[in-house]
């Protein structure tokens, strides 16, 4: 053995490397720390050139089965044909089966159909345009894979559009099977690159119809708060929430028995209100002049970085609710607010309200709120419970056996009346 190679592997008696053989100073933490950065940056630039591979490939082959007139050319029975000869030549990977063909041909027919392209092209323009810290990680993630998908701009047809590298095909299958327009599809496009959400939150978003509530709730965030923020917080905060998750004991109910009903499923209420809330606790205490107040509902937003205030009322607006709201909202930034956080935003969800009503009251308030409403509670009243209509069903299955065993007597009583009348005719 050389010098060079003995000084690569010194002998040692065999033994197990523990932290504390060797010496750990700061210039090995940053270099280990950096080391991570950069495998962890590999792994994700390996994942979205991979995924854009496949997803260029979807396309095209849905492009091709569109452009070709495959069925007409070859019979209707033809996707079906080129999903066995695809899986015969490769029968250890995912994704030729017929009903995955079928799903490429609409993706294609989905985008490219009508006024699509225009629409395509400024969707992409704005998402990779926006500021905000998300998409300046797409932009980086869509520079590795400018040049796998420029050379679709110059094929017959519509070019691949960068920005779907970014989102996994399942999520592509379920927005063009759910949405009924492009408009509404490039949304949640959009929101899946954004936020990075996975396909059930994906899910969660169009069932609650995101597209249609998302940035229309009455609100005064342009007033108070700057242009990007107020844009994120509109995009956070719906207009109205659906709250069939949670059951009163009566239709007629107040604001603790609605907080009750909604605080026993806080998971299916994190899910309603969307990404990114956190729950920190409902009457949340504030001590201030030596009295005791409470917060209905507090929450924290990773996102927008800042606590959101929400205040419940199972009636409808009334122009006093935005005061009340007013002094939680500037006691939680006096309060919990640190400087590095953003304002602490207002959330009022009523029963119902006038828009003017709220628009005016907002006039001489500084702190950004919004209001909003509900619908969807459920009434343990008006239906029965498991148990009443177990009891129902049994009642129900028991007066058909009674009748069934009545109407068997009436029929021995005719029989043999029958046979009587038969006898004494003879």
């Given at each position: 053995?050389?010098?060079?190679?003995?000084?690569?592997?010194?002998?040692?008696?065999?033994h197990i490397?523990?932290?504390?053989d060797?010496?750990i100073d700061?210039?090995?933490?940053?270099?280990?720390?950096?080391?991570?950065s950069?495998?962890?940056?590999?792994?994700?630039?390996?994942?979205?050139?991979v995924?854009?591979e496949?997803?260029?490939f979807?396309?095209?082959?849905?492009?091709?089965?569109?452009q070709?007139?495959?069925?007409?050319?070859w019979g209707?029975?033809?996707?079906?044909?080129?999903s066995?000869?695809?899986?015969r030549?490769?029968?250890?990977?995912?994704?030729?089966?017929?009903s995955?063909?079928w799903?490429?041909?609409?993706?294609?027919?989905?985008?490219?159909d009508?006024?699509?392209?225009?629409?395509?092209?400024?969707?992409?323009?704005?998402l990779?345009?926006?500021?905000n810290?998300?998409?300046i990680?797409?932009?980086q993630s869509?520079?590795e894979i400018?040049?796998?998908?420029?050379?679709t701009?110059?094929?017959?047809?519509?070019?691949?559009?960068?920005p779907?590298?970014?989102?996994?095909?399942?999520h592509?299958?379920d927005?063009?099977?759910?949405?009924?327009?492009?408009?509404?599809a490039?949304?949640?496009?959009g929101?899946?690159?954004?936020q990075?959400?996975?396909?059930?939150?994906?899910?969660?978003?169009i069932?609650a119809?995101?597209?249609?509530?998302?940035?229309?709730?009455?609100?005064?965030?342009?007033?108070h708060?700057?242009?990007?923020?107020?844009?994120?917080?509109q995009?956070?905060?719906?207009?109205?929430?659906d709250?069939?998750?949670a059951?009163?004991?009566?239709?007629?109910y107040?604001?603790?028995?609605?907080?009750?009903?909604?605080?026993?499923?806080?998971?299916d209420?994190l899910?309603?209100l969307?990404?990114?809330f956190?729950?920190?606790?409902?009457?949340?205490?504030?001590?201030?002049?030596g009295?005791s107040?409470?917060?209905?509902?507090?929450?924290?937003?990773?996102r927008?970085?800042?606590y959101?205030v929400?205040?419940?009322?199972?009636k409808?607006?009334?122009?006093?609710f935005?005061?009340?709201?007013n002094?939680?909202?500037?006691?939680?930034?006096?309060?919990?607010?640190?400087d590095?956080?953003?304002?602490t935003?207002?959330?009022?969800v009523?029963?119902?309200m006038?828009?003017?009503?709220v628009?005016?009251?907002?006039?001489?308030?500084?702190?950004?709120?919004?209001?909003?409403?509900?619908n969807?509670?459920?009434?343990?009243?008006?239906?029965p419970?498991?148990?009443?209509?177990?009891?129902?069903?049994?009642?129900?299955?028991?007066?058909?056996?009674?009748?069934?065993?009545?109407?068997?007597?009436?029929?021995n009583i005719?029989?043999k009346e029958?046979?009587?009348?038969?006898?004494n005719?003879?």
């Open positions: 053995m050389t010098q060079e190679n003995a000084d690569i592997q010194p002998q040692a008696e065999p490397v523990k932290s504390h060797i010496h700061a210039d090995y933490a940053d270099w280990i720390a950096d080391i991570k950069r495998y962890r940056s590999a792994q994700v630039k390996a994942a979205v050139k995924n854009a496949k997803l260029l979807n396309w095209q082959l849905g492009r091709d089965l569109v070709k007139k495959a069925e007409e050319r209707a029975g033809v996707v079906e044909q080129v066995l000869d695809l899986k030549e490769f029968p250890d990977a995912d994704g030729f089966s017929t995955n063909l799903y490429m041909k609409k993706w294609y027919l989905f985008y490219a009508g006024d699509a392209e225009e629409k395509l092209q400024r969707a992409v323009g704005e990779q345009s926006s500021v810290q998300a998409v990680k797409l932009q869509v520079g400018q040049h796998l998908v420029s050379k701009n110059n094929e017959i047809g519509m070019a691949f559009p960068q779907f590298a970014l989102v996994p095909w399942g592509h299958v927005i063009i099977t759910k949405c009924k327009s492009i408009d509404e490039l949304f949640y496009v929101k899946t690159i954004e990075g959400l996975s396909r059930n939150s994906l899910a969660n978003c069932k119809n995101l597209y249609e509530h998302q940035g229309k709730i009455v609100n005064n965030f342009s007033n708060l700057p242009a990007l923020q107020s844009k994120l917080v995009e956070v905060l719906k207009e109205n929430y709250f069939g998750f059951t009163v004991e009566h239709e007629i107040d604001e603790a028995e609605l907080e009750e009903a909604l605080t026993k499923n806080v998971t209420l899910l309603e969307g990404t990114g956190a729950f920190l606790g409902r009457q949340k205490e504030l001590v201030v002049g009295r107040r409470k917060i209905d509902l507090l929450f924290y937003h990773i927008l970085r800042c959101i929400c205040e419940l009322k199972a409808p607006f009334e122009p006093e935005a005061g009340k709201l002094y939680y909202v500037n006691a939680v930034d006096e309060l919990l607010k640190t590095d956080e953003n304002p935003i207002g959330l009022l009523c029963s119902d006038d828009k003017i009503d628009q005016w009251s907002f006039k001489g308030i500084s702190t950004p709120m919004g209001v909003a409403t509900y969807n509670i459920r009434i343990k009243d008006a239906l419970s498991q148990e009443l209509l177990a009891e129902r069903v049994r009642l129900l299955q028991k007066e058909l056996q009674e009748t069934k065993r009545l109407m068997g007597r009436v029929d005719e029989n029958s046979g009587r009348n038969s006898t005719n003879h």
